[in-house]
C-alpha cells in the first residue's frame, strides 16, 4: 500500500530537511523496527519524497528560500507560517457547505428519504432493498446527479453514497469534518516520535483527521511541515 505521511520537523533550513526526514522516520522502518510491540499500521519499507504539490505556499511566499521544493518547484516541505492551510480549509468548507446546502435542496422538494439500512430491515434479500431504496425521488436525484458528473457538489465519487446517512448529522460538523480532511494525510508523525492513523487505538477516519488538524494548529509557526510518499 502506498500512502502519504505528514511529518513535523523542529525548525530546520531546507538542506537539512531530508535529513530530518530520515531520522524522524527511522524508527519506523518495516526492515529494522525498533518499536516493541510491532504495529505493522505504524510502518513503512520505502519513502521518498512526493513529485505532486501538496503544501501549496500562501502569495506572500511564493518564492521564499525557507522552503524545500523539488523537480519543477514542487514544495514537500516549509515552515507551518508559509503553507496557505487556511485556503485548503476554505476552500474544502466552500464546497461541503455548497454539497450540503444542495442535499438540502433535494430533501425540501422530497421529504421523507429514509436510509438504506432501513430498507434492509424490511426486505428479504439486498437487490430488492436496494431496488426500494433507489425508487424514493430524493435519491434518485442525488444517485442521478452523481452520475451525470456536470453537478457542481454531488460529484461521482458520491455516486455510491447513502445521502441520507452522509448529510444525517449536523452542518457545522459536516463543515468542519471537510476543512480538515482537506489537509489530513494517511498517517502523521509528531517532532516528539508519534505516528498515528485512523487505526491508533481504533480512533476511526473522523477522529484521526481532526486530531491532525488539532495537532497541525498546535505547533508553533516556524515548525517544519513536510509530506512524504511511504509504501508497506
Known amino acids: 500500500m502506498k500512502f502519504y505521511t505528514t511529518v513535523f520537523l523542529a525548525p530546520v533550513g531546507p538542506e537539512l530537511v531530508v535529513p530530518a526526514l530520515t531520522a524522524a522516520l527511522a524508527p519506523f522502518d518495516y526492515n529494522d523496527y525498533a518499536h516493541e510491540p510491532f504495529d505493522v499500521d505504524a510502518a513503512w519499507d520505502w519513502w521518498q519524497l512526493p513529485q505532486q504539490s501538496l503544501l501549496p505556499l500562501r502569495p506572500e511566499y511564493a518564492d521564499d528560500p525557507s522552503a524545500l521544493r523539488v523537480g519543477d518547484g514542487v514544495v514537500v516541505a516549509a515552515p507551518k507560517r508559509i503553507i496557505d492551510f487556511a485556503a485548503m480549509r476554505r476552500s474544502a468548507r466552500d464546497h461541503a457547505a455548497g454539497t450540503w446546502d444542495a442535499w438540502a435542496d433535494v430533501v425540501r422538494a422530497h421529504p421523507g428519504a429514509l436510509p438504506r439500512a432501513r430498507f ?4 428479504d434479500d439486498p437487490e430488492s432493498a436496494q431496488r426500494a431504496w433507489l425508487q424514493q ?14 453537478h457542481p457538489y454531488f460529484t461521482f465519487s458520491l455516486l455510491t453514497a447513502d ?8 452542518r457545522g460538523h459536516f463543515l468542519a469534518r471537510a476543512a480538515a480532511q482537506a489537509i489530513a494525510t494517511h498517517a502523521y508523525l509528531t517532532s516528539d516520535g508519534r505516528w498515528f492513523t485512523e487505526y491508533t487505538d481504533d480512533r476511526g477516519w473522523d477522529t484521526h483527521i481532526l486530531e491532525m488538524d488539532g495537532h497541525l494548529d498546535s ?6 511541515i513536510a509530506r512524504v510518499r511511504c509504501h508497506i
Not at 120 to 123: A, G, L, N, Q
Not at 137 to 150: G, K, L, N, R, T
Open 163 to 170: 445521502p441520507v446517512v452522509v448529510f444525517a448529522g449536523d
Open 120 to 123: 434492509d430491515e424490511i426486505h
Open 219 to 224: 505547533v508553533p509557526d516556524d515548525a517544519v
Open 137 to 150: 425521488p430524493a435519491v434518485q436525484e442525488f444517485a442521478q446527479a452523481a452520475a451525470s458528473q456536470d
